[in-house]
């Protein structure tokens, strides 16, 4: 039998998290693993998910192209899965060209079938920037919990998904105009008139396979509800271009799933793996990439009446959270797989933690605490206790030599329970009965005391001794899938060639073994904090943009608590201000009221003693003086910013270069409309 094995082609645009790598990875390559070692032939098939709106979004945040991003995140990617020891056939990428010559025989398969319609919908559209909005280029408050900052597609806060026209306040991400709905036509793949061969097969193909329980309740909930038309272009210009359609690509949705079959093509003969009625297809990921598997991949295949390699088992995991709360690598929460290679921590010690807690059936938490307890209480204590005190035991008093005798250890049921597990890709249940085995064998060893019968009954320890050597060397073989730098060190240690499943119950006989060593090291409270701090300085502060905007201010007043601040009432067109300000030395209230200034408006709210700051004047500082930035444009305008006003701290302010250049503002080398007329060249401040 061959056995394609996929996971869920990860975002390019970021850098994977443990709960990516558990999610979908780690989890195939376990079950790629196995499978090798059962003598299958297998085919572990992943790469960069390149297109969309994610990409361009990225882009402009970074202030590059989208291949630029495209080729930059694959790298990290790739270092990240290599140093986790991920064993794809194939890690490959959709920005290819035959990636688009794939995409483009289903897209007309299926519209010579009759399954593409064109519809026209309305779309918000900027006037401004000229250009119809993709839903996460539109930010505005969310109607569920009220949070200020919720883009068009979902809200961070509150984790709702959410349509661009249910925002309060939508606004334009790129200059803070207000969208317009404007008419546009797209292309739509008729999932209702695909629905009836669609359940069919999900019938038949659930019953057959195997599908976790979250799969088959989420794709029966679509089924039920009923499929609609689904549009599968977007006016962008980062895709796969649409045939006869100008400035318009299929929606990523759409192209995704069909990466798997293209990056096939970029290692072999894709048809032999996806035409191939002999081969099995298993796929994994997390809860919410189920619909595209069940519902919108198949149904793609199935409207082109062609036989394809169709889904066999589907196992999808619920959420690894983190202690912190929400994985962002911006905000420094969470463990990303960048940082975990610089902690010093083995990658097979990560491998042993998210997969002992690989979230199978509810989500599941990382937290640091838990790591350690399990490397030093499980992983050590178990594990590697056995493998240490058994052949440190041949080496001190058989001259590492293995005594060739039967073993009286009979794992056979152990074995089998841990191989029905895993051809379920149940890796969490399977990997504690590993461990159940090895904590046998650590029972067995405190019972037969070779220490003792070394001396007392020869017979009895040269038996023990060898049912544990032999122990050892199953356990290299059946950790191999989950540890496998660990089973490799093992086979070192035992000076032994790599074995297969195969191989479990047949004794090594007579042998002489390797140099012996520790396979794990303790995870000491002291290592762990030195590890914690080190991630914690090396988090760079994020980059976020500052929001500018001129206003007036209308009153001022001394502070009553202290002699050197001003409180200013600052007016913003649409809304007023208090803001705060150390100019006393520099200005009279009258000096300063009626001036319109250049203003920071996103700083977070901070209070100066006792008075609430709601925002920072900018004012040029030459060492010798003073003088606020003024500026002749009306109250409100942005001078600087999006319109999304997301609040940034002080020391995301600081990361800014603010300066004045014969009188000029400007901002990280941008130039501002504010100016000022004493202090030509200085600092902004």
């Known amino acids: 039998m061959k056995v394609l094995i996929t996971s869920a082609l990860p975002y390019v645009n970021n850098v994977p998290h443990m709960g ?56 990290i990617h790739k270092d990240v899965y290599d140093w986790f020891g991920i064993s794809f056939d194939i890690f490959g990428r959709t920005s290819t060209e035959n990636h688009t010559e794939i995409v483009h025989d289903i897209f007309k398969t299926l519209d010579k079938n009759g399954y593409i319609q064109a519809k026209e919908v309305e779309q918000t559209y900027c006037s401004k920037e000229e250009k119809y909005l993709a839903d996460r280029f539109i930010e505005g408050t969310c109607p569920h919990c009220g949070y200020e900052h919720a883009r068009g597609d979902q809200c961070e806060s509150c984790g709702k998904l959410l349509d661009p026209h249910e925002l309060k306040n939508p606004k334009c991400k790129f200059c803070g105009t207000t969208p317009i709905l404007k008419k546009t036509e797209h292309l739509f793949l008729d999932l209702e008139k695909l629905q009836p061969e669609l359940e069919q097969w999900v019938k038949e193909a659930s019953a057959k396979g195997r599908w976790t329980q979250n799969a088959l309740s989420t794709t029966e909930a679509w089924l039920k509800k009923g499929l609609e ?28 799933p069909i990466g798997y079959i ?69 905000r420094g929460t969470g463990l990303f797989g960048d940082d975990a290679m610089k902690t010093g921590i083995p990658a097979d010690a990560f491998r042993y933690y998210l997969l002992i807690n690989r979230p199978e059936k509810s989500d599941a938490t990382f937290t640091w605490k838990d790591l350690q307890d399990k490397l030093n209480g499980e992983l050590l204590a178990n594990l590697g206790n056995l493998v240490n005190r058994t052949l440190v035991f041949i080496s001190k008093y058989y001259d590492n030599k293995i005594p060739d005798k039967k073993s009286e250890l009979d794992i056979t ?8 597990l895993l051809e379920w890709a149940n890796e969490k249940e399977a990997l504690k009965a590993i461990m159940t085995i090895s904590q046998k064998g650590n029972q067995y060893f405190q019972e037969n005391q070779p220490w003792k019968t070394r001396t007392e009954d020869p017979e009895k320890c040269e038996i023990a001794i060898s049912s544990l050597a032999n122990l050892v060397k199953d356990l290299a073989i059946l950790i191999e899938p989950f540890l496998p730098d660990t089973s490799k060190r093992i086979f070192e240690q035992l000076a032994v060639e790599p074995q297969t499943w195969e191989s479990i119950g047949k004794p090594l006989g007579s042998h002489t073994i390797g ?33 500018l905007r001129a206003g007036k201010i209308t009153k001022v007043e001394k502070h009553p608590e202290a002699d050197k601040l001003y409180i200013e009432t600052v007016d913003f067109g649409d809304h007023k201000r208090t803001i705060v300000s150390g100019l006393v030395d520099h200005y009279s209230m009258d000096e300063l009221e009626g001036k319109t200034c250049a203003w920071v408006t996103n700083l977070k709210p901070a209070k100066l003693r006792g008075i609430e700051s709601q925002g920072m004047i900018l004012a040029a500082d030459d060492g010798k003086a003073v003088e606020v930035a003024v500026t002749n444009a009306k109250p ?29 503002a400007l901002i990280d080398g941008e130039e501002i409309v504010a100016y000022t007329k004493k202090v030509l060249d200085g600092k902004l401040r």
């Not at 994610?54 to 590059?64: D, M, Q, S």
């Open 515 to 547: 140099k012996t060593e520790p396979l794990f090291e303790k995870l000491d409270d002291k290592k762990l904090a030195k590890i914690k701090e080190q991630l914690k300085s090396s988090k760079p502060v994020e980059v976020k943009p500052l929001q």
């Open 262 to 330: 293209s990056i096939t093509g970029q290692h072999t003969d894709w048809k032999s793996w996806w035409k191939d009625p002999d081969v099995k297809l298993y796929q994994f990921m997390a809860k919410d990439n189920i619909p595209f598997h069940t519902i919108l991949f198949p149904a793609s295949l199935i409207g082109t009446k062609e036989e394809w390699t169709m889904l066999h088992h589907i196992n999808s995991t619920e959420y690894l959270q983190h202690e912190d709360g929400k994985f962002s690598k911006s």
């Open 20 to 75: 990516n790598i558990i999610g979908c990875v780690l989890s195939a390559d376990v079950f790629a693993r196995f499978k090798r070692s059962q003598g299958e032939e297998v085919l572990y098939v992943c790469g960069t998910d390149e297109h969309g709106t994610t990409t361009e979004a990225k882009a402009i945040e970074e202030g590059v192209t989208p291949q630029e991003i495209c080729d930059k995140y694959y790298k």
């Open 636 to 664: 409100g305008e942005y001078l600087l910013g999006d319109g999304s006003e997301e609040e940034i701290t002080i020391d995301e302010f600081a990361v800014h270069k603010l300066e004045v250049k014969n009188g000029k």
């Open 229 to 256: 038309p689904r549009a599968i272009t977007r006016d962008l210009k980062w895709g796969v271009p649409v045939p006869g359609k100008k400035d318009k690509v299929f929606y990523v949705w759409f192209d995704a």
């Open 413 to 420: 049921e152990d074995v089998k329970k841990v191989t029905e």
